[in-house]
């Protein structure tokens, strides 16, 4: 069994800043990648920034030069840092981690979602 708990999030204004961070736990036999996606309102769900364990981050356009996806001192951590937040930012963040256990093998697990409303 494999849990991943987000944290952070929030109110904050335009041109604010905020931090999330995600931490799995349970039987993990190694962490292939993590990403978060967001979804707003009436909106499907977006991938927003993703970082493999042995390559780059990568994000969408649309947060590029704005927020930093990096892993935390402990290792099942993920972090994404937010600058300059625009309203359109507003969404839940959800964190995923391909994770690889003994028992099922490679598998996708998703964290509960955190909430971040950009708003004055």
């Known amino acids: 069994q494999v849990q991943l708990v987000e944290s952070g999030g929030g109110l904050v204004r335009p041109g604010g800043s905020v931090r999330l961070s995600c931490v799995a736990s349970g039987s993990i036999s190694r962490i292939d990648a993590m990403n978060w996606y967001r979804q707003a309102p009436g909106k499907e769900r977006e991938l927003v920034a993703g970082?493999?364990?042995?390559?780059?981050?990568e994000y969408t356009d649309s947060v590029k030069g704005r927020f930093t996806i990096s892993r935390a001192n402990a290792e099942n951590t993920v972090l994404l840092q937010m600058n300059s937040l625009k309203p359109e930012d507003t969404a839940g963040y959800y964190c995923k981690a391909q994770v690889v256990t003994a028992i099922q093998g490679r598998y996708n697990y998703w964290g509960q979602g955190a909430q971040v409303t950009v708003s004055s």
């Open positions: 970082l493999s364990f042995h390559g780059s981050p």
